[in-house]
């Protein structure tokens, strides 16, 4: 799976302090898994890279649920921030996966 990200998510992504990525639960994420890989890309510069493995997933409701399981330096924004990328109806149609992660490869070379 590759993805992208802005710069200021990206480099928490890179330092380590970001440790959870947050998705809606959709079809799209139906096939995703624990040891899965993501490359997240910078969101200005796509060929500037960091390659992550998915160690756990969990299932959330909704945001609160989410903030209740991690703290928001570990999903890398406040409730308000997140609440801002998914709307309230595609919540609480899907909820939201809470993928940790684990960094591989800070970048390519």
Known sequence: MDIKLDDVL???????????EVFLNDGQMKHFGVGDTIAI???????????????????CRNLAELYQKYSPAA?????AELAQLYSA?????????????????????
């Not at 999903?75 to 409730?79: C, D, L, T």
């Not at 149609?93 to 960094?103: E, M, N, V, Y």
Request: net charge positive.
């Open 41 to 59: 890309h910078r969101g200005s510069n796509d060929e500037d890279m960091v390659l992550v493995s998915a160690w756990s997933i969990k299932k």
């Open 75 to 79: 999903v890398g924004m406040e409730q």
């Open 89 to 109: 109806e595609d919540i609480k149609k899907h909820g939201l996966l809470a993928i940790k992660i684990k960094l591989l490869k800070p970048n390519f070379e």
């Open 10 to 20: 990206f480099e928490k992504i890179s330092s380590g302090s970001k440790t959870v």
